[in-house]
């Protein structure tokens, strides 16, 4: 079973930035990695993937420019950069892996998650 573990949430102000950390129980090259958020009352939204070499990204419209995805394959280890972040980012951030090299934004398409991180933008 593989296992995924997010770290670096935690409070930060308007305009502030956090880099959260997913490490995987196994080989990460063999992944395609995405990260996804639920707020509280909302359903689970994609944020960001990325292709299993880290040559493809892809975001969702709310995030482009301000958030960063990218991967270390030797540490097995995906990361989220985010800066000038907004109130509206508030959630519980997950990490998943979906086994194979198609790239998807569809959560259900997603093998295996982390348990989450919160993060909160204060304003």
């Known amino acids: 079973q593989v296992q995924l573990v997010e770290s670096g949430g935690g409070l930060v102000q308007v305009g502030g930035s956090l880099r959260l950390s997913c490490l995987v129980s196994e080989r990460t090259s063999s992944y395609v990695m995405g990260w996804f958020r639920q707020a509280p009352g909302k359903e689970r939204e994609f944020v960001s993937v990325?292709?299993?070499?880290?040559?493809?990204?892809s975001y969702s419209d709310s995030v482009k420019g301000r958030f960063t995805i990218s991967r270390d394959n030797a540490k097995n280890t995906v990361y989220l950069q985010m800066n000038s972040l907004k109130p509206e980012d508030t959630a519980v951030f997950y990490c998943a892996a979906r086994a194979g090299a198609a790239i998807s934004k569809t959560w259900d398409e997603f093998n295996y998650w982390g348990q989450g991180t919160q993060v909160t933008v204060s304003s």
């Open positions: 990325i292709s299993r070499s880290g040559v493809s990204t």
